[in-house]
């Protein structure tokens, strides 16, 4: 991978809060997943589902789960994911890692299952803003918003819980402030 892959995805990569007006169609957003779905997760779980809130009618239905802060960046956003999680999902597993009866690891045992498609699902979320920017989109990821409406709202059906929201669409150019600093190596790691 060169430096400019590195800059898109990573090193000059802003988080959005304000969108152009293009759209993000659905064979975007097709591609989106057909890329993402392969960040790896233990034992091939994918617990994470993803709600596409692609209309201004889905966005004003998810506006009063909203904390005040994040209401105007996500009505002009083209697009606002949850990113949810299933779960029960080891009901999956049989096909997902058919090499072992991982469905009875998680089946008996809440607990572990809540935990498993908690840390999992986050870690397809974060593959969702990579793959997002490798195809040439923006990211505004969000955790400001009353989760219980929105598993109300958007998820009962079926079953899912919220996990966090992004938006996605064409940033506009330049950003409100600087980028913030980030820990050093020695702040943030361990070599054991």
Known sequence: MDDTALDILFRTARTKTAWTDQPVGDDVLQALYEVLKFGP???NCSPARFVFLRT?????KLKPALNPGNIDKTMTAPVTVIVAYDPQFYEKLPTLFPHADARSWFSG????????????????????????????LDCGPMSGFDRHKVDQ????????RSNFL???????????????????????????
């Open 109 to 136: 045992n809440p607990d572990l299952a809540d935990e498993t498609a908690t840390r999992n699902g986050t870690l397809q979320g974060a593959y969702l803003m990579i793959a997002a920017r490798a195809l040439g």
């Open 41 to 43: 997760t233990s034992a």
């Open 153 to 160: 709202l958007f998820l009962s059906d079926q079953g899912w």
């Open 166 to 192: 992004v938006n996605l669409g064409h940033g506009v150019a330049g950003d409100p402030f600087e980028r913030s600093p980030r820990l050093s190596f020695d702040e943030a790691c361990v070599l054991a």
């Open 56 to 60: 201004p009618e889905a966005r004003e």
